[in-house]
């Protein structure tokens, strides 16, 4: 779904409540009527039949009763479109037809030609049912013609399809005037009752809207006005909630030791960084020693090799025979062996030098990397502490404009 039709009025939940109640009363009604046509059909064809032979009984009993009573043929001519007009009422159309013995007869003692009920059939689908009228003794006094038993007529009655459809269509015009009133006045209860019913739920929106938008934090709180399924939703977004501020809790308390180890870290450089210091002073004090070892060596081998200079001059002035040479040479070995020692004592010296400056610089060379990554380390541990505080502020919400 897109995110700009979300919220929109003709999404909200009530109005869609609102449609479909409407919607399905109306669906309901109108397979109402639906099944009051199909029994009005199935009325038609199963009892239409039966209904419209009882009728022209009753019809062909009732023109007796009129002929006996109210004067005969005569007042046929009165009687007649009223029993037409009663018929059409309850949808059925009638004829009375008159047998050639009741036309010679009437035409006899009554000096008129009659006609009877004559038929206006409609077109379309029907029952019909038909009853002839016999004489009865009473009715020879005007059908002078007849006797018992004659046939003076017949009666016809036809019960169309066409009046049953009239008639439900004029019950399915009331039923839905009546109907929509109702589905009207329901939705107007529905609506009320869902205003009334979903204000826990429209808060609850109101919250969840805000802590959306950043418009509250995990501090805030919704109102639990009802106890029923809105109010235990309510009652459990309060308890995420609660939750939520106590995991930012955690989490703060969490920054805090960050934000003491971060300070550890920093120290540890330091001691690291004074170190470093202090063995590049005493790198620069070894050198030093060095550069005075290298002058005292150069002190001390002078004076000998002076000596053994002034035994060579002697030795090349006098003749090897001599005293003095052999004593020369010998002081000249002796010397000689001196230097020697002199010489490895102080190779030696610069070798354990030599390797102590080694040393040092390797050691200098760890420290370096070491402090290098702490201070890497602390970068990344401010970083997440003030990540950590952004999230925390996040969290936290900031008042709506």
């Known amino acids: 779904m897109d995110k700009r039709e979300i919220g929109q009025f003709h999404h909200s939940f009530v109005v869609r409540i609102i449609r479909d ?49 109210k004067g005969g043929p005569v007042a046929s001519r009165t009687v007649f479109p009223i029993l037409r007009r009663n018929h059409l009422d309850v949808g059925l159309e009638i004829a009375v037809v008159p047998s050639e013995l009741t036309l010679t007869s009437v ?48 009666v016809v009655v036809r019960n169309y399809f066409s009046s049953h459809v009239r ?21 107007i209860i529905l609506y009320s009752l869902l205003k009334w019913r979903m204000l826990p739920l429209l808060l609850l929106k109101t919250t969840v809207s805000k802590l959306a938008k950043g418009g509250m934090g995990v501090t805030g709180r919704t109102e639990v006005q009802s106890n029923d399924e809105f109010g235990e ?14 995991l930012a809790y955690d989490f703060e308390a969490i920054l805090q030791r960050l934000a003491g180890i971060d300070l550890q870290l920093k120290d540890i450089a330091n001691a690291c960084e004074q170190q470093v210091f202090d063995q590049k002073e005493q790198l ?8 005075t070892h290298l002058s005292t060596l150069a002190e001390r081998t002078s004076s000998p090799f002076a000596t053994l200079e002034k035994q060579l001059h002697m030795i090349e002035q006098h003749p090897v025979e001599d005293s003095l040479l052999k004593q020369s040479i010998v002081e000249l070995l002796r010397t000689a062996k001196a230097m020697i020692r002199t010489i490895d004592k102080d190779l030696s010296s610069y070798g354990e030098l ?39 502020e996040q969290l936290g919400g900031r008042d709506a404009d």
């Open 167 to 187: 008639q439900w269509w004029e019950q399915a015009n009331l039923t839905s005037v009546i109907g929509l009133m109702n589905i009207v006045f329901h939705t």
């Open 284 to 291: 620069g004090q070894i050198i030093s020693n060095g550069f």
């Open 21 to 69: 109640f409407f919607l399905s009363l109306l669906l309901l009604m109108a397979l109402e009527l639906g099944i009051r046509f199909l029994l009005a059909v199935y009325a038609f064809e199963i009892h239409a039949s039966e209904q419209t032979r009882i009728a022209a009984q009753q019809l062909s009993a009732d023109l007796k009763s009129i002929m006996l009573n």
């Open 107 to 154: 035409q006899k003692v009554f000096n008129f030609k009659p006609k009877g009920l004559a038929p206006k059939w409609s077109v379309g689908k029907h029952h019909e049912s038909r009853v002839e009228l016999q004489a009865d003794s009473f009715c020879l006094q005007c059908h002078v013609d007849a006797g018992i038993g004659d046939v003076l007529g017949s």
């Open 354 to 392: 030599g390797q102590r400056v080694v040393g040092l610089d390797e050691h200098l060379h760890q420290l370096s990397l070491i402090v290098g990554e702490i201070r890497v380390l602390s970068e990344k541990m401010h970083a997440l502490d003030a990540q950590g505080h952004i999230l925390l």
């Open 233 to 246: 939703l309510a009652q459990d977004l309060n308890s995420f909630l609660e939750r939520i501020s106590q």
